[in-house]
Nanobody, 118 residues
Framework: QVQLVESGGGLVQSGGSLRISCVAP????????MGWYRQAPGNQRELVAT???????TYADSVKGRFLISRDNAKNTLYLHMNNLKPEDTAVYYC????????????WGQGTQVTVSS
């Protein structure tokens, strides 16, 4: 069973910063598109950012210029650096590994709570 393990969530004041991490199995991390999603209470899960194995990134408009997705291939670890956090960023953040059409598999982590107080 593939496990994606997130860590680093917590409570932070508005304007603050936080970094969350996700460790994935090496064979998954090297071949899959890695991404972060989030889900706030009462809302659907939404894309935050993705990163390809080669480093190309995409971001939701709501986080552009504030969040940075990165990966450490030696550690099989995905990061989301969140700066200038706002109360509307409060959500459970999920790590995703997407195998696309070739692998036809999508894996999710268990989620980590990020709460931004005003």
């Amino acid at each position: 069973q593939v496990q994606l393990v997130e860590s680093g969530g917590g409570l932070v004041q508005s304007g603050g910063s936080l970094r969350i991490s996700c460790v994935a199995p090496g064979n998954i991390f090297a071949r899959y598109v890695m991404g972060w999603y989030r889900q706030a209470p009462g809302n659907q899960r939404e894309l935050v950012a993705t990163i390809l194995s080669g480093g190309r990134t995409t971001y939701a408009d709501s986080v552009k210029g504030r969040f940075l997705i990165s990966r450490d291939n030696a550690k099989n670890t995905l990061y989301l650096h969140m700066n200038n956090l706002k109360p509307e960023d409060t959500a459970v953040y999920y790590c995703q590994a997407d195998g696309g059409l070739f692998f036809d598999r999508v894996y999710w982590g268990q989620g980590t709570q990020v709460t931004v107080s005003s």
